[in-house]
């Protein structure tokens, strides 16, 4: 995580096993000799992947079609790859030496912000390229179907002599495209169905270079379209252009978790390596086959592992190249036969590397805070760990404690979840440690020598909780840690918090360039608030997919500002509020930053715009939506609206429509918008923040609204004086333009909602 200031960064989300996470270079662990359609032997026939000459053709108007994916291949050579375990896995075409050669790719994305996001990377709406080349990886019916359409169209095979040619360049295709291996691999060795299978192609369009086009079936959003990009700054990531569900696609149901238990047992060394044995039960499903897909840190390496106590084949990515670097990667284990569907198997893994490092101060700071042990989404598990450690320094994680003992220099402690969790993390440092009863918790405060006094962090920490166990529902986790760390954010895990060590510290003992007024609320008033209310937020209610991740950081914030409000005063909550609005409506590269994208699509902003734009829609934009619908239920429904999300949603995910469905229930019956559609439309999947002009021309009256696109429509309270002096509020439709009210009888002096009632701002 970097350095971050002005909002509390919380990186929860986890992505599941996908083709946009595989990279090259894999490392494989064989504790048994290779049976038939091993990992290794299938990865050596990946790495000497060819063309099949008998399979390669002059083709003329093939079609392939993936949902809302259409690949023309007009006229060129198409050539398939030599089988592996059975069947070709991929196919290159080519232009080349097809005087006329041409080939077409579109992707039509159904959604407004799809499509925008679509045309900022690619200048256009829709994805309409022609291209002169591309491959195909897949483990579907792709050789069926073209097979199909050559033998009804009439094809010439390759002169002979052209043959060395093409398959030179085919296969040096073939064998740069190691960053599928893993998932190719995976997709030989289990038993999916043809109907799930992948679609993958990368593609040298005349325009727009090298891109990439997936499909993956039983996957939240099929379709996903855009580039590997690497910045001075960043490690390469892949730059999501647009990422959709199709047309017509049936309804998404969500994987139930195949993990319920944890054991882990791991060793911190002195030189703060780590070791670590994991184990815990899966539940397999007919499509696992022999494999199981995990992922883990890049920066741990498989010593070994087994299933059901036989030892397997391990298949791990490893990034030689880039080996600082951060997140998490695919980890396959390859079972002799396949596994019992339904059953349950006991897994282990034994695992070791670095995931934590001292810093300049000489504190301990723990880099991979979510993916140190493997795991797969969704996760619902009871963790029941064990840590060794040097006995100078105090460790603390997720779970109750259940014992801590020393014993010949080494520091053992002992605590376990009472409840599933989702996930569970750990931080050390040498502490000092005191604990405090807060009602029905035990607290937990860590700190480094020399740092903000205690008393004053358990005071605060007791208020906030009693606070939001009044305002909502007691948690049923009843131990919470709050431990320092390094840098300028925090983050919330079940029972843990991680809080910038700066908050620590007085505010007058501050460094300087840490101290305003903005700063001074920011560490004092709303880091821990927003990381204690993650308790519930994130850990209790829970996203269903990273469309969703917005709110697991907005309710958070936004509770921190009723904190805020409740404790000191509106004003306060205001200051915030107002500041939040300047940072959004600022321009960048004469746009204002919050038209990077709107709040649903989560990491991808901070993937594609950087921390500062993901930042701002995600936590700042985001409060700002939680806010205005507050103002529209009400403060007393909005709680309500809280209350019936930790109520129906501590068992199951929260979707942005099933948030959308519960907050209607709750509108006042003469509010407009009745099922909310057009706020969820405006506000969470769209942008904009309109300036807005109220006007008399000649005894009418006019809504003018600007800096918005054309398609954008609000639904603006206005405050009305009645014929006796009292106020009534009037909800107005606008969009772009001019907007001619007609005001019922007998309203007039009607001004624009308060700056702190609305996100909008003035035409100057």
């Known amino acids: 995580m970097h350095a971050v200031l002005y909002s509390a960064v919380t990186v929860r989300a986890r992505f599941c096993v996908s083709l946009l996470t595989f990279f090259p270079l894999i490392c494989l662990c064989a504790q048994t ?31 392939i079609a993936r949902g809302d994916i259409k690949i023309y291949l007009t006229e060129g050579i198409l050539a398939f790859s030599t089988p592996i375990a059975g069947r070709p896995v991929a196919a290159v075409f080519t232009t080349d030496l097809s005087e006329g050669g041409d080939a077409e790719v579109l992707v039509l994305p159904p959604q407004s912000s799809e499509r925008a996001a679509m045309a900022a990377f690619s200048k256009s709406p829709n994805l309409d390229e022609h291209f002169d080349s591309a491959v195909f990886f897949f483990s579907d019916d792709t050789v069926k179907e073209l097979l199909a359409q050559i033998q009804e169209r009439p094809v010439h095979t390759v002169a002979p002599e052209l043959l060395p040619r093409i398959t030179e360049v085919a296969n040096k295709v073939l064998r740069n495209s190691s960053d599928l291996n893993v998932r190719v691999t995976q997709s030989l060795l289990d038993n999916h169905q043809s109907s799930n299978g992948f679609f993958y192609g990368r593609f040298g369009g005349r325009s727009l270079g090298v891109f990439e086009v997936v499909f993956e079936p039983d996957r939240f959003e099929p379709i996903t379209v855009g580039r590997m990009v690497a910045t001075p700054n960043s490690q390469p990531h892949f730059q999501i252009w647009t990422s959709f569900r199709s047309r017509g696609a049936p309804v998404f149901v969500a994987g139930v978790p195949h993990i319920h238990s944890y054991h882990l047992e791991t060793t911190i060394n002195a030189d703060l390596s780590l070791s670590s044995v994991a184990q815990f039960d899966y539940q397999a499903d007919a499509d696992d086959g022999r494999v199981i897909a995990l992922e883990l840190s890049s920066r741990m390496r498989v010593t070994a592992a087994s299933i059901d106590g036989a030892p397997v084949e391990v298949l791990q990515q490893q990034f030689e190249d880039d080996p600082a670097r951060k997140g998490s990667a695919v980890l396959l284990l390859i079972a002799p036969s396949p596994l019992t569907p339904g059953g349950k198997h006991q897994i282990e893994v034994r695992y070791q590397g670095s995931v934590i490092h001292q810093v300049s101060s000489g504190e301990y700071f723990v880099d991979e805070r979510n993916s140190w042990y493997p795991f797969i989404d969704p996760t619902l598990a009871v963790f029941d760990m064990t840590f060794h450690c040097p006995e100078n320094l105090r460790l603390t994680s997720t779970g109750e404690p259940v014992s801590e003992t020393v014993e010949g220099g080494i520091r053992t402690i002992h605590r376990k979840t009472e409840i599933p969790e989702a996930f569970a993390g750990f931080n050390l440092g040498a502490y000092t440690v005191s604990t405090a009863d807060a009602g029905p918790y035990r607290i937990e405060f860590f700190a480094n020598r020399g740092g903000r006094p205690l008393a004053d962090l358990s005071t605060q920490t007791a208020n906030i909780l009693d606070y939001y166990t009044k305002r909502w529902i007691p948690l049923q986790t009843r131990s919470l840690a709050v431990t320092p760390i390094e840098g300028y954010f925090g983050q919330g895990f079940p029972g843990l918090i991680y809080l910038s060590n700066v908050s620590y510290i007085r505010e007058e003992d501050r460094p300087i360039n840490l101290r305003n007024p903005r700063l001074d609320a920011f560490f004092s008033d709303m880091l821990l608030p927003h990381e204690i209310a993650h308790q519930w937020w994130g850990n209790v209610v829970t996203q269903a997919n990273y469309r969703t991740a917005w709110l697991m950081e907005a309710m958070p914030n936004y509770s921190a500002l009723e904190f805020l409000e409740d404790s000191k005063r509106i004003s306060a909550r205001d200051v915030v ?13 004469l ?24 930042q701002m829609i995600v936590y700042e934009k985001g409060t700002w939506i939680l806010h205005m619908l507050r103002q529209r239920l009400g403060a007393e429904a909005f709680r309500t609206l809280q209350l019936h999300m930790l109520q129906q949603y501590a068992a199951k995910p929260i979707t942005n429509e099933d948030f959308r469905r519960l907050a209607a229930e709750l509108l006042p019956a003469d509010a407009p918008d009745r099922d909310l559609t057009l ?8 942008t904009g923040i309109p300036k807005l002009k109220l006007s008399h ?14 398609d954008f429509s609000v639904d ?8 006796v002096g009292s106020l009534a509020m009037f909800w107005v439709r606008a969009s772009l333009g001019d907007n ?16 702190n009632e609305f996100l909008y701002s003035l035409i100057e």
């Open 591 to 614: 746009l204002p930053s919050e038209s990077a994208g709107p709040v649903n699509f989560g990491d991808r902003l901070l993937n594609n715009s950087g921390l500062s734009a993901w």
């Open 33 to 63: 000799s290779p049976a038939p359609q091993s990992a290794s032997a299938v990865i050596t026939a990946l790495q000497q992947l060819t063309i099949d000459p008998a399979q390669t053709y002059r083709v003329r108007e093939l079609q």
């Open 577 to 589: 509020l107002d500041s939040y609005r300047r940072e959004l409506t600022t321009k960048n590269d």
């Open 740 to 755: 001619p009210l007609d005001l019922p009888r007998g309203l007039r002096s009607c001004a624009l909602p308060l700056p």
């Open 697 to 710: 021309p000649r005894g009418t009256t006019v809504l003018t609204m600007s800096g918005v696109d054309n």
């Open 716 to 723: 603006v309270p206005l405050h009305c004086q009645t014929p």
């Open 679 to 686: 706020f969820f439309d405006t506000w969470i999947y769209g």
